[in-house]
């Protein structure tokens, strides 16, 4: 039997043990966790939805990564001389279950607040959680459900860091059109600090293309092709938006593995 044969075989099994092992370790959680500090909002999202943001059962990390996104989020929106206090509405684009978003409907509650993700639970959790926001469940491709020329403001955190070439730039598309002239998106990719942990044939791969994208043969089978973990150059990326976008602007994150990249919606 060859090795490819027995992959395919023994790959169901790894599966299920794979999501046995996961829940026993979310019902731990949500039953005997430690309870979590003071924060915005009165709900902690389950274990299994905070996993699946940030791959951690911790209460205090979600809160704590929440806080410190949502701080990022107003520092460059401030940068772009746009505060989120005085604009109309900002889309949270894949908002999960609402790490960053409870933190900024928290400081900002002038604002109208809307959330979207391909995660139907997560999506349910905050419509039924976080009230004053607006939810959607999206499909795993465009368009939105939001009419053009919507939103102020497009946040897409650990979004662009999963999507292959071709979703990408799907994306970037309908964010464009969602977006009002004079608009700005804010997103993260994985840059330079991430890129040192590969290996050298895809150090080699990023620095000739600019774009890397890699499936995990872990979740192989569970989930979608074009969903991987993605790498960009700071002028992949910046060439990239410029072809749609103006002052487009990337920010390196000294202590993170994501960087930062906003641009204006061209009028």
């Known amino acids: 039997?060859?090795?490819?044969?027995?992959?395919?075989?023994?790959?169901?099994?790894y599966h299920g043990a794979f999501r046995s092992h996961l829940r026993t370790r979310f019902w731990l959680s949500d039953h005997?966790?430690?309870?979590?500090?003071?924060?915005?909002?009165?709900?902690?999202?389950?274990?299994?939805?905070?996993?699946?943001?940030?791959?951690?059962?911790?209460?205090?990390?979600?809160?704590?990564i929440g806080e410190s996104c949502a701080n990022y989020i107003d520092q460059q929106a401030q940068?772009?001389?746009?505060?989120?206090?005085?604009?109309?509405?900002?889309?949270?684009?894949?908002?999960?279950?609402?790490?960053?978003?409870?933190?900024?409907?928290?400081?900002?509650?002038?604002?109208?607040?809307?959330?979207?993700?391909?995660?139907?639970?997560?999506?349910?959790?905050?419509s039924s959680n976080l009230c004053d926001g607006v939810f959607l469940n999206n499909k795993p491709e465009p368009p939105?459900?939001?009419?053009?020329?919507?939103?102020?403001?497009?946040y897409c955190l650990s979004v662009f860091t999963h999507l292959d070439e071709q979703m990408q730039d799907l994306w970037l598309t309908e964010l464009k059109r969602i977006l009002k002239p004079g608009g700005i998106v804010i997103l993260t990719v994985h840059g330079e600090r991430a890129a040192a942990s590969l290996d050298e044939g895809a150090a080699?791969?990023?620095?000739?293309?600019?774009?890397?994208?890699?499936q995990s043969r872990k979740l192989s089978g569970i989930v979608p092709k074009w969903y991987g973990t993605s790498w960009h150059s700071r002028s992949y990326i910046t060439a990239r938006l410029g072809r749609s976008f103006d002052d487009v602007r990337y920010t390196a994150?000294?202590?993170?593995?994501?960087?930062?990249?906003?641009?204006?919606?061209?009028?």
């Open 79 to 126: 940068a772009m001389g746009m505060s989120l206090n005085t604009v109309e509405r900002v889309l949270d684009f894949g908002c999960g279950c609402g790490r960053t978003l409870r933190w900024l409907m928290e400081r900002h509650p002038a604002t109208q607040f809307y959330g979207s993700d391909v995660d139907a639970d997560a999506i349910g959790w905050c």
């Open 144 to 154: 939105l459900a939001f009419a053009t020329e919507f939103f102020d403001v497009v």
């Open 204 to 214: 080699q791969s990023l620095k000739a293309a600019g774009f890397l994208h890699r």
């Open 1 to 13: 039997m060859g090795v490819d044969m027995l992959r395919t075989l023994l790959r169901p099994v």
């Open 253 to 267: 994150v000294p202590d993170g593995v994501q960087d930062l990249v906003v641009a204006r919606n061209v009028s």
């Open 32 to 64: 005997f966790g430690s309870k979590p500090p003071s924060n915005p909002g009165s709900s902690i999202p389950p274990a299994l939805l905070r996993y699946r943001v940030g791959e951690s059962l911790s209460t205090e990390s979600f809160l704590r």
